[in-house]
């Protein structure tokens, strides 16, 4: 077991050191992704400064604590965005175009193999943001930062990225069956847009939808809530992290389920 | 102008015709698209919530609604792919065989995405401009839609669309020096949606920001036809602001072609 | 070693019904076609051979390999390799073969060659001195020297067919599945890669499925070959035996100087050759006859057609796989009738 995971990380080593190696090859390209991101962040804030300059707080929240919200938003989004980019591809063609075969020829774990293939460094602009804006405000907002506060918000950030990730995973999979579903991923994926923003913003019928439907609320705000508020740890982090380990394990076996059936294309 | 036809209408057609046969992921891409809108009205809604007065910077709830949606709808419709087929042409070194063929290097683009936002255009404008017009009714109790407002309103669009086709164009020769042109569009998207006011009004910015943007190209993009929609300028300020949109387009139309013979030059000294 | 016994996949295929209604019905309840693929297909192979496995386009050789390989699952019938079945335990089947396919690179693109091979090293967890063994051995026979440091992107085809050979042979296959392994090439590099595949054949007792539409591949490297068409088997034997059964038809391919000088050739009463034996086919000046080189001598053929009509750009072609195969059911027919 122990082997089988030098191995794996040996792996994924050789394929970061080689995405890595090719962003000292295109520096210019690098920076403009991360630039591209950091830029859009930007714009989002410039908003929120612009509203907050003429209202001193928004249902109960003030200018910080909503940035706070915003910044750990950004940090799960990151992750998986950096570890787990490749599952788009599936969805948008390597299924369609018999792409997929390669993994099949091989002995390892699909999913494994085709997750470490990639490692999306452009992300690292949305993690600049997410980190820079929770370092700035975190003086600023009344959190106890006690040892046990401290793993919890290791927790909380590892199971919200594991949502984004499951979610991606389920929606990829779906492909195996209709051979593209990148559009999907798109559109469920979009849905985080709602998670930036405290839920109780949102009417009874979204908060539902994004609580327990695909429940991107607890990517940031529900968690990031127990860190300002110190409310329910019950229901802010268990259920993170109870939603990541269902969502997970649905994409996993669905994603094993699909392999099965999965029909190369053509020829 | 026959044989212009002759040669330009094929790629409408074909425009159509993608359009037509991608349909499901043109609608799954509205929805997306379509969410974050969903997301600032439910952010405004806040806003006003916890804002004293019954307006905020001169906007009402209905307007913002309004301002959102439409602003949506045009941003949609504005939207161009001219970076990505210059960019992808120059990539795969296909761009040298547009010198050799006796067509306009720009209209078989042009022509391709007119034919397919055409089709968007009617899928997004009818049911958007249909349930913006019957919320204003349901919230004011009064009908705001007039007809000359509206069509100045689709001139300010068409120019606006021909406006992002050229900047596009140009942002696309940067594929010269880039090839990661995905993240180079987030920048470009980015740093549009802050100028053009698509993001927020520009009515919301500090004065003297608000003179510049309301001068430099992007503001023709988004801002204008919006705010020609929801009546917010009167027909002298319209007349200025479609003569200033004009203006830009043929500013980039120009630029476009200027780099289009520089990079011809180019080609020919690298031989492709 | 190889026993395939009665295979057949089906897949289903979703009819596309017309219109903006059509299509949302077939969202929601897609009207489906059996379309099948590989009706009835069985061979076997003995260890250490070289299987030449050969049909026209559409036969099914693909997906035959495909489900040899463990990547699709069949719908009935079995197959057993090394005694083991594909789909069984596929982690573990796959361990023991290598597959390439032409089309398509299985190799990392952006990694260059050396970099792909230390992947692949760590998936199919090689020692290293058994390692450094096998990639002097493959530099050997395949010439991987010149690009190694290379990213597979920037390899050209038959550089990217050796890069991709060899990696399908690091962890020493007792089966190396070749599917169009010299598709688009040129015939120098063809030449080569055909000696490296006998190369490894020989080294290390390798036994090999070689799918092709190319005669050559099949003549310099198989004695046996299983030729498929429409999904069933249709020949089994020896090349020279396919050709002895289905006739040695050449292809003569010439322009004419005058068009009406056409009718003077008449290659049927000349070589006393019967319909099966002889066509012709013209297009203005140029003209090609397609004609049994067991009646009707190569030379003689050539030598006729000069001395009769004045020629310019004479050519002499052997028959492709589709020719054989057109015979083949033109045989069939005539048998049945």
Redesign the interface.
């Given at each position: 077991m122990l082997k089988k995971l030098r191995?794996a990380l040996?792996?994924h080593r050789?394929?970061i050191a080689?995405?890595l190696k090719?962003l000292m090859e295109?520096k210019?390209?690098?920076l403009?992704?991360?630039?591209?991101?950091i830029?859009?962040q930007?714009?989002?804030l410039?908003?929120l400064w612009?509203?907050f300059s003429?209202?001193?707080?928004?249902?109960g929240f003030s200018y910080d604590e909503i940035l706070f919200i915003y910044g750990f938003s950004l940090i799960p989004k990151a992750i998986d965005h950096m570890f787990f980019d490749h599952l788009w591809n599936i969805g948008y063609w390597y299924i369609a175009k018999?792409?997929f075969?390669?993994y099949?020829?091989?002995?390892?774990?699909t999913y494994f193999t085709v997750v470490v293939?990639k490692f999306q460094v452009?992300a690292i602009g949305e993690l600049v943001v997410g980190i820079a804006l929770m370092a700035s405000t975190v003086g600023k907002v009344n959190i106890h930062w006690s040892g046990l506060n401290v793993l919890l918000f290791i927790v909380a950030v590892i199971a919200a990225t594991l949502i984004y990730t499951g979610i991606k995973t389920i929606t990829a999979a779906i492909a195996f069956w209709t051979k593209r579903s990148g559009?999907?991923i798109?559109?469920f994926?979009?849905?985080n847009?709602?998670a930036?923003?405290p839920a109780t913003?949102?009417?009874n019928a979204?908060k539902f939808l994004i609580t327990y439907i695909i429940p991107f609320a607890f990517t940031a705000f529900y968690p990031a809530s127990y860190f300002l508020r110190g409310d329910n740890p019950l229901f802010n982090i268990g259920g993170p992290v109870l939603a990541a380990a269902v969502l997970m394990t649905a994409g996993l076996l669905l994603w094993n389920k699909g392999v099965?059936a999965?029909?190369?294309a053509g020829? | 102008m026959r044989r212009f036809l002759r040669i330009y209408l094929p790629f409408c057609k074909m425009g159509v015709q993608q359009m037509l046969a991608y349909r499901f992921n043109f609608i799954f891409f509205l929805v997306g698209e379509m969410l974050s809108s969903v997301v600032m009205y439910f952010v405004w809604l806040a806003v006003f919530n916890s804002s004293e007065g019954e307006t905020f910077m001169g906007f009402s709830m209905t307007d913002m609604t309004v301002y959102l949606f439409v602003s949506f709808a045009v941003g949609y419709l504005t939207y161009s792919e001219g970076s990505y087929a210059v960019a992808e042409e120059i990539r795969d070194g296909s761009i040298a065989m547009r010198m050799i063929k006796p067509v306009r290097f720009d209209l078989p683009f042009l022509f391709q995405e007119i034919g397919s936002r055409s089709v968007t255009a009617l899928i997004v404008i009818v049911p958007i401009c249909t349930l913006v017009e019957v919320y204003r009714f349901a919230v004011t109790g009064a009908v705001v839609f007039n007809i000359v407002n509206f069509l100045l309103f689709l001139l300010s669009l068409v120019i606006a669309y021909l406006l992002s086709f050229y900047i596009n164009v140009c942002y696309g020769f940067m594929a010269f020096f880039l090839k990661n042109l995905w993240g180079a569009n987030v920048l470009k998207d980015a740093i549009i949606s802050f100028l053009s006011g698509s993001k927020i009004p520009i009515a919301f910015m500090p004065a003297a920001l608000q003179t510049v943007l309301n001068f430099l190209p992007f503001s023709s993009l988004s801002y204008t036809p919006v705010m020609i929609y929801m009546g917010m300028y009167d027909l002298v300020t319209i007349v200025q602001k479609l003569t200033l949109q004009l203006f830009w387009l043929a500013a980039f139309w120009g630029l476009s072609k200027l780099i289009w013979l520089q990079a011809t030059k180019r080609l020919c000294v690298q031989g492709g | 070693m190889i026993y395939v016994e009665n295979i057949r996949k089906e897949f289903k295929k979703t009819i596309k019904q017309p219109g903006l209604l059509g299509s949302f019905k077939s969202l929601f309840n897609p009207k489906t076609e059996k379309v099948v693929a590989v009706d009835d297909i069985s061979f076997n192979v003995g260890k250490g051979e070289i299987l030449g496995f050969i049909g026209p386009n559409g036969a099914g050789k693909s997906t035959v390999i495909k489900m040899l390989t463990g990547i699709l699952t069949p719908t009935s019938g079995s197959c057993t390799i090394n005694g083991q079945n594909p789909q069984k335990d596929r982690k573990k089947y796959v361990r023991e073969i290598g597959v390439v396919f032409g089309q398509r690179t299985q190799l990392w693109w952006d990694l260059p060659l050396t970099e792909t091979y230390a992947v692949l090293k760590e998936i199919y967890e090689v020692e290293d001195t058994a390692y450094k063994r096998k990639m002097a051995f493959l530099n050997e026979v395949l010439e991987l020297d010149g690009f190694i440091k290379s990213p597979v992107r920037t390899l050209s085809l038959g550089q990217r067919m050796r890069a991709d050979i060899a990696a399908s042979l690091l962890h020493s296959p007792k089966v190396l599945f070749l599917d169009e392994p010299t598709i688009g090439l040129d015939i120098v590099v063809k030449d080569n890669i055909r000696k490296a595949i006998a190369a490894i054949n020989a080294e290390e007792k390798t036994t090999v499925i070689l799918t092709t539409h190319d005669l050559g591949d099949i003549e310099t490297l198989s004695k046996r070959i299983v030729m498929i068409d429409k999904g069933r088997n249709v020949f089994e034997g020896t090349v020279s035996d396919l050709k002895e059964s289905y006739g040695q038809m050449r292809q003569l391919n010439f322009e004419l100087e005058r068009a009406e000088e056409l009718e003077k050739l008449d290659y049927k009463s000349r070589f006393n050759l019967s319909d099966d034996d002889i066509a012709l086919k013209s297009d203005g000046l140029s003209c090609e006859v397609r004609f049994n080189s067991a009646h009707a001598p190569v030379s003689e053929v050539v030598s006729y057609t000069l001395a009769t009509a004045k020629v310019s750009d004479i050519s002499v072609k052997d028959a492709d796989i589709e020719e054989i195969i057109r015979r083949l059911y033109q045989k069939g027919v005539e048998a049945d009738a």
């Open positions: 191995r040996k792996m050789i394929f080689q995405d090719k295109y210019l390209d690098f403009t992704g991360a630039l591209g991101f830029v859009y930007t714009v989002n410039l908003f612009i509203i003429s209202i001193p707080q928004l249902e018999g792409e075969d390669k099949l020829t091989r002995p390892l774990n293939e452009d559009q999907v798109q559109v994926y979009m849905m847009e709602f930036k923003y913003i949102y009417n979204v099965k999965y029909e190369s020829s | - | -």
